[in-house]
């Protein structure tokens, strides 16, 4: 991810860097070419826009323009936005209620879901010491709930039995009371999604969400479909009480505009992010400051 950010931006510093003291003349010219690489990265305009601001108006400022190192102080100024940007620090799950704590995964068909409930599941189990049960209530493809009890014979997770004859929300309350009896500390709800965000999909989702009380609605999204995964993130946040996103895919994103973005957007936190097909070693919790760092390189 933000391979080619980085490489725009490495180059932009050592412009900075070679030319002594700043002026405007030459803030100007880095900030244009900060400007030009984020929105290449695909990061939404009105995004880009704050963030140039935000960069000019420290940078502008006295202590910069006079300091002995003033590429250096600019890098970090940059830097330090970046970490604001993406939320400025790791938000942990919330697994503080009365258990079963519910975590619902929303979000469009193909963006990761069930493989990410697998990977939820199996870090919450190895990491945090929680006895998990998931649920599929996709009730309109049968290989999603097949799925997700294969994944789950697969980390030892159990998985609560659903069919597609059932209705999706008594299928969550049934897991719910399940999870009760069974003396479960998370319940992770696998919903259906679509191809493209539409009113039934959301309306259900309302449904379930009324009807299992979730300490975490978690949005589930692709990387790779970059600003389509902002706009898509910014419809699932005005239908649905979301406590955070979950980016998937982002070992296959070269740019990382919605890891930017999403944030922004939503005013939620980004809090894990899927790097691999694979349910061990495929989930991260996401660092800001890390990425930050990463993205300059
Ligand atoms: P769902 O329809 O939202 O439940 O999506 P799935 O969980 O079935 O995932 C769709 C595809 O994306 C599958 O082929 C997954 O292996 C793949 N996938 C999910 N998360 C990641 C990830 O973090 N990285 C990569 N490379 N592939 C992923």
């Known amino acids: 991810?933000?391979?080619?950010?980085?490489?725009?931006?490495?180059?932009?510093?050592?412009?900075?860097?070679?030319?002594?003291?700043?002026?405007?003349?030459?803030?100007?010219?880095?900030?244009?070419?900060?400007?030009?690489?984020?929105?290449?990265?695909?990061?939404?305009?009105?995004?880009?826009?704050?963030?140039?601001?935000?960069?000019?108006?420290?940078?502008?400022?006295?202590?910069?323009?006079?300091?002995?190192?003033?590429?250096?102080?600019?890098?970090?100024?940059?830097?330090?936005?970046?970490?604001?940007?993406?939320?400025?620090?790791?938000?942990?799950?919330?697994?503080?209620?009365?258990?079963?704590?519910?975590?619902?995964?929303?979000?469009?068909?193909?963006?990761?879901?069930?493989?990410?409930?697998?990977?939820?599941?199996?870090?919450?189990?190895?990491?945090?010491k929680k006895r998990v049960l998931m649920v599929s209530t996709d009730v309109y493809r049968p290989a999603a709930m097949e799925q997700l009890a294969h994944l789950g014979k697969d980390i030892a997770v159990d998985v609560f039995p659903s069919g597609t004859d059932q209705q999706p929300v008594r299928i969550a309350q049934d897991a719910v009371a399940a999870a009760q009896r069974g003396v479960y500390d998370v319940l992770i709800v696998d919903t259906a999604g679509r191809l493209h965000v539409d009113g039934e999909m959301m309306a259900e989702a309302q449904a379930l969400t009324a009807a299992t009380q979730p300490v975490e609605l978690l949005f589930v999204v692709d990387a790779m479909t970059g600003q389509d995964a902002v706009n898509t993130a910014k419809a699932f946040n005005d239908a649905l009480p979301l406590t955070g996103v979950i980016l998937t895919k982002a070992d296959g994103d070269a740019r990382g505009g919605a890891a930017l973005s999403v944030r922004a957007v939503t005013g939620k936190p980004i809090k894990f992010i899927g790097i691999g097909e694979k349910i061990r070693k495929g989930l991260e919790p996401f660092y800001p400051d890390r990425m930050a760092s990463r993205i300059l390189g």
């Open 1 to 128: 991810m933000f391979d080619n950010l980085t490489q725009k931006l490495t180059q932009t510093f050592k412009n900075l860097r070679g030319q002594g003291r700043l002026s405007e003349d030459n803030i100007r010219d880095a900030l244009r070419d900060v400007r030009l690489a984020l929105l290449e990265a695909d990061v939404a305009l009105p995004v880009v826009k704050d963030f140039i601001q935000n960069v000019r108006e420290q940078a502008m400022g006295e202590a910069v323009v006079k300091s002995l190192t003033p590429g250096q102080v600019f890098v970090k100024i940059v830097h330090d936005e970046l970490v604001q940007l993406m939320g400025a620090r790791n938000d942990r799950l919330d697994l503080s209620a009365r258990p079963p704590a519910v975590i619902l995964l929303a979000g469009l068909q193909g963006s990761g879901k069930t493989t990410t409930s697998a990977k939820l599941a199996l870090w919450l189990k190895d990491k945090e």
